[in-house]
């Protein structure tokens, strides 16, 4: 029973205020975060990727606010929104900082745990690719996908990109400033994927060496041929 639902049923038309662990739902959060797993380097791995997801899903909603405001024709409202995701990506790059601290035994005992699992295989970062304008269809093929991912990434195929919208807001002549000001925020958001992806391929290339990655993948020189791509290169020099 919720605070609101105890306060109606009691009569009180003035439930309490919630306290800390009530807001946060820490009862519910910290069991499926599996933060009690015997293995602590087991739980490491695993509250470091779901941390990865959480920053993801507010990164996908930074993103799809700067997408609206651009089509609406709001470049101050799309850059604030676009502004704020380097430093949630230097948030992310300190989840492989934690990881680094494995040691190469412990990360071989997790690696073998995984089984098919990959990284490879989150669903929002692909969300957050095909948002942005980077659109590669054949990962929609990307082993072990349900067919309810696939819908959710066809979803972000159907719908206008970052980089579409932007294009639609270059059209209708804005501000030099405004415009400015959204060039240079998705730069700086490109960018910080760049260095995100690289500190991904080091840490890959730390445990792995030139190894697979888990689930068949490539590993390490996936990872690094990835670092190359670009979100928005239409913002970069000569773009």
């Known amino acids: 029973m919720t605070v609101n639902e105890l306060a109606e049923e009691v009569g009180n038309p003035d439930p309490p205020p919630l306290s800390y662990g009530q807001l946060l739902r820490l009862d519910q959060l910290l069991p499926v975060a599996r933060v009690h797993e015997e293995d602590p380097d087991w739980t490491l791995f695993l509250a470091t990727h779901q941390s990865c997801e959480i920053w993801f899903a507010i990164v996908l909603c930074h993103l799809e606010a700067a997408g609206r405001a651009l089509r609406a024709g709001d470049g101050t409202v799309a850059a604030h929104r676009v502004e704020a995701l380097p430093q949630m990506m230097r948030v992310l790059n300190d989840q492989f900082d934690a990881l680094s601290t494995l040691t190469p035994e412990a990360f071989a005992r997790v690696r073998a745990r995984l089984g098919n699992t990959s990284g490879f295989q989150s669903v929002q970062w692909r969300e957050i690719e095909f948002l942005c304008g980077l659109r590669d269809e054949r ?60 500190r991904h391929a080091a840490l890959a290339e730390r445990f792995l060496g030139d190894a697979p990655g888990t689930a068949g993948s490539e590993g390490a020189d996936y990872l690094w041929r990835a670092a190359r791509r670009r979100l928005f290169p239409m913002v970069w020099p000569g773009g």
């Not at 082993?143 to 309810?148: F, I, K, M, R, V």
């Not at 932007?166 to 925020?185: F, I, K, N, T």
């Open 139 to 198: 990962l929609l093929l990307t082993h072990g996908l349900t067919e309810a991912d696939r819908e959710r990434l066809r979803a972000r195929l159907a719908a206008p990109s970052v980089a579409d919208s932007l294009a639609r807001y270059r059209a209708a002549g804005p501000p030099a400033a405004a415009l400015d000001r959204v060039h240079a925020a998705l730069l700086g958001f490109d960018e910080a994927v760049v260095t995100w992806r690289g």
